[in-house]
């Protein structure tokens, strides 16, 4: 029960694998006989809504949104080098995968810094694309939430980073 009051309704917090998403109620369920404790969490961008047992919230990985010094950390990676391994790419998408699923912030950049082309590079293939732009989007919603600006101007100001740092 102590969980419960660690967030509350209409907090902004983190879910590893779905991102940005906003607590909606805290609501008690009948299940299977045993009455449980929910937090009620929508993700407006993916037209979801996560019911999830206020007593898994911790192992879940749940977590209020970034600090902005979390988030100024994560803009700094996206100004750091391009670290490119020569790992078979299939290998190195289920690393960037498994960076975007954890929810940090910075690996999240790092996969954003790795994979960002300029125009003189070479195409980025469709599945690097893919990754890319969920990478993207995903430390967009959180830098849009924490600075209290809209989705496009965040993703606007992470793209002018990137182009700074090239």
Known sequence: M???SVF????FVVYPSHGVGKILAVETQEISGFSLDLFVISFEKDRMTLRLPTTKAQNSG?????TQTEMKAALTKLKGRTK???AMWSRR???YEAKINSGNP???AEVIRDLHRNSGQADQSYSERQIYQAALDRLAREYAAVEKIDEVTATEQLQAILLKAA
């Open 2 to 4: 102590t969980q419960v």
């Open 8 to 11: 509350a309704t209409g907090d």
């Open 93 to 95: 998408a289920q690393e």
């Open 106 to 108: 910075a690996s999240i």
């Open 62 to 66: 749940l977590r209020r949104l970034s």
């Open 84 to 86: 490119t391994r020569r």
